[in-house]
């Protein structure tokens, strides 16, 4: 069974400067998906990059980037220019590729507070 | 995009009480739909996997006579809780992907937010 590790509980980072949070996973599996969700006040799960195992460039989407090391099964999310409206919890999950077992798995959140 | 539509978004109800939570995509065809639960402050726990046309696959732990799941069509899966107590008092929360399109996403309803009184 794969599980998916995040050991920063709660992080804060003065707001416009850049903050990276951590999550490590474990999967025998070579081909998977990994994800960061952001998860606000109103709880609804949004969904802020994914990576695809297979490939070896990081992926971006605007502010956000991730640093993922597939041999050290880790999978940093760095969000740059830190607004206000980034203040939520963050999760990271991973999902196997395999067709049928496309359950996703979470770690257990890092709740990010932006300092004005 | 893709949509998933859930309702109810919050329920109060008495101790006793069975709660139906509906889970929709709007506009995609989803076999497969995902029941997670979330206590305050933590994470999301899958609870069962729903599969159109057949028995909902339930993960360890998870009690299939209390939860009961229902994907009756390509666009709805249901949730039941039946006889409902204060200890299943939680965030509910379903997901589905569009098998349809290559590298999607899964694809998050907004929640219920179920209180048993």
């Known amino acids: 069974a794969q599980t998916v590790t995040q050991s920063q509980p709660e992080m804060s980072v003065q707001e416009a400067e850049t903050v990276t949070l951590s999550c490590t996973y474990d999967t025998s599996e070579s081909d998977y998906y990994l994800f960061w969700y952001k998860q606000p006040p109103s709880r609804q799960m949004i969904l802020v990059i994914r990576q695809e195992a297979y490939k070896q460039q990081n992926a971006t989407e605007n502010r956000f980037s991730v640093n993922f090391q597939k041999a050290a099964k880790s999978f940093s999310l760095k969000i740059s220019d830190s607004q206000l409206g980034d203040a939520a919890m963050y999760f990271c999950a991973y999902r196997s590729e395999n067709f049928g077992n496309e359950k996703l798995t979470f770690g257990t959140g890092t709740r990010l507070t932006i300092i004005p | 995009g893709a949509v998933v539509s859930q309702h109810p978004s919050w329920v109060i109800c008495k101790s006793g009480t069975s709660v139906k939570i509906e889970c929709r995509s709007l506009?995609?065809?989803?076999?497969?739909m995902f029941w997670y639960r979330q206590f305050p402050k933590q994470s999301l726990m899958l609870m069962a996997t729903?599969?159109?046309?057949?028995?909902?696959?339930?993960e360890q732990g998870v009690e299939k006579d209390k939860f009961l799941i229902n994907h009756a069509s390509l666009t709805l899966s249901t949730l039941t809780v039946t006889s409902a107590h204060p200890e299943d008092s939680s965030f509910y929360i379903c997901?589905?992907?569009?098998?349809?399109?290559?590298?999607?996403?899964?694809?998050f309803g907004d929640g219920t937010r179920l209180s048993i009184l």
């Open positions: 506009d995609f065809q989803a076999t497969t």
């Open positions: 729903s599969n159109e046309g057949s028995k909902a696959t339930y």
């Open positions: 997901s589905a992907r569009d098998l349809g399109r290559v590298n999607q996403p899964q694809h």
